[in-house]
């Protein structure tokens, strides 16, 4: 790989208009939990795809090295490259533009991938219709860089993934041409799939420049309960129960800890919690019905049964949007407060659901072994993806178990492993857990990705070292 110099800057300076070059301030040199911080380099925001394509070309021709950057929300490392020679950093900032309105008969949106994913919300919005894809860092994150790395959020459990969520893209591949496949339709058998190659590949095959998007019917009656229950596995039985009583209905199912009641109770006293004493286990559902069906009736239902059959044993069901909106924010917050503790080590890991209760107490049990780690266990139970996070004692710094950090997410990632678990169930690999892909990944898959890389990007241009590392 060649460095983006300065004579580099100039050629690129001769082909693309003055606006393309951006200030390269800190921000895009830096990631969310301070891991990674990039190497010097040119930020270019184009405004086209034409004007991505004429970049890329540019870069490949060169060998010169091109870093992906949309929000700057991602948490493995994808979009920092923290050595080797300067690449491009190529922000999506400028491509912000709907190219076609939401269109409630069709249920799609074509928009741009720099559009913030809360702009998108908002669109489909305006027709009364729902965009799903619901992240903490919706206000900031783009929803090209939601694709690239396959996002999920709060709503997999009802409407799936990113990749779920998309019907076409348009991209531009690692030698300047442009896929256009912006397709708005709902079958097309015709070859391989390449949005799905792209769609979740972390920009390591391709720019995707803009995507048609799938939109639903917002429920009309949308509801929110949090329930007290003894342990993983009631919250799972209690799960079972609401799909029985409200079907695909539920859009959410969440699980707390106590440590996550704590940590609230710690940093953000001011936040209201339902409960006198922090449960041990809670579960946060919403459900989201269409028609005349009542989702405070459902809820209060599913409370009595689940009372009946020993799974609950406290519960608070929102009488209005405003009390829904307030039990969400106790989970919203928790990164937050995550955030102000700093954690050793937060893994983004998922299970088949059985799996998830015996997880949680032997690898708990592992890791008591090694150091005294207040363990906040939360995230989307519904569709097994737990964020296992490790944190010190109270009064503790994290820097004091640095020495003992890559340990600790071995014996995490050892245990799902083992559990036919995955390591990264939403956040993606990105530079981060390039060497837990080479660990935990099927041989198969690694041998079937390293050709896929070398085939469109013989040059190696696209992301360098994420997802695969460099050499592999």
């Not at 709907?98 to 305006?126: C, F, K, S, T, W």
């Not at 079907?247 to 006198?276: M, V």
């Not at 069906?293 to 609950?312: C, I, K, P, S, T």
């Not at 924010?329 to 700093?342: D, S, V, Y």
Request: hydrophobic share 45%; proline share 7%.
């Amino acid at each position: 790989m060649n460095a983006a110099d300065p004579p580099f800057v100039s050629h690129l300076q001769s082909l693309l208009p003055a606006a393309c070059f951006r200030a390269p301030t800190p921000g895009y040199f830096e990631e969310p939990r301070g891991r990674f911080h990039g190497v010097p380099a040119p930020v270019l925001a184009p405004a086209t795809t034409e004007e991505v394509a004429a970049l890329i070309r540019a870069c490949n021709s060169a060998r010169v090295g091109v870093v992906p950057y949309g929000g700057g929300t991602g948490l493995v490392g994808g979009q920092i490259q923290p050595d080797g020679p300067a690449p491009v950093v190529l922000s999506l900032e400028r491509m912000r533009a709907i190219r076609r309105p939401a269109d409630p008969r069709e249920n799609v949106l074509v928009v741009e991938a720099g559009m913030i994913l809360a702009d998108v919300q908002a669109e489909a919005e305006r027709v009364g219709r729902l965009f799903p894809l619901s992240l903490a860092s919706e206000g900031s994150t783009r929803i090209g860089g939601n694709l690239s790395t396959n996002a999920g959020g709060l709503n997999v459990l009802r409407y799936g993934n990113a990749r779920d969520l998309c019907l076409g893209i348009e991209a531009v591949l690692p030698d300047g041409t442009v896929f256009n496949g912006l397709t708005r339709l709902r079958k097309d058998n015709t070859g391989y799939d390449l949005r799905n190659l792209l769609i979740g590949a972390e920009g390591t095959l391709g720019i995707i420049t803009a995507a048609a998007l799938k939109l639903f019917l917002q429920p009309a009656n949308r509801m929110t309960a949090l329930f007290v229950v003894d342990s993983p596995a009631a919250a799972l039985d209690l799960l079972a129960l609401a799909r029985d009583v409200a079907g695909e209905a539920i859009s959410a199912f969440e699980l707390i800890g106590r440590t996550g009641f704590d940590f609230l109770t710690e940093h953000f006293p001011d936040l209201r919690q339902p409960f006198a004493r922090p449960p041990q286990w809670a579960v946060l559902t919403e459900l989201g019905l269409s028609g005349g069906g009542d989702a405070q009736a459902a809820l209060e239902a599913l409370f009595e049964q689940a009372a009946e059959a020993g799974l609950v044993s406290d519960g608070v069901v929102a009488h209005s949007q405003a009390q829904s909106a307030a039990l969400w924010a106790l989970r919203e917050t928790i990164p937050a407060a995550n955030k102000r503790i700093g954690s050793i080590a937060s893994h983004d890991i998922s299970l088949p659901l059985s799996a998830i209760p015996d997880f949680i107490e032997t690898c708990s049990t592992a890791l008591a072994a090694l150091a005294p780690f207040r363990i906040n266990c939360f995230g989307h139970l519904g569709d097994g993806n737990l964020h296992y996070n490790l944190f010190p004692p109270q009064g503790q710094s994290r820097d004091a178990y640095d020495n003992i950090r890559k340990q600790a997410t071995k014996i995490v990632h050892d245990h799902v492993h083992a559990m036919a678990g995955s390591f990264s169930a939403e956040h993606g690999v990105g530079r981060m857990k390039t060497g837990d892909l080479e660990t935990y990944g099927d041989p198969g898959k690694l041998f079937a990705m390293r050709a896929i890389k070398a085939a469109l990007d013989p040059n190696g241009i696209m992301n360098p070292g994420a997802m695969l590392a460099q050499g592999h």
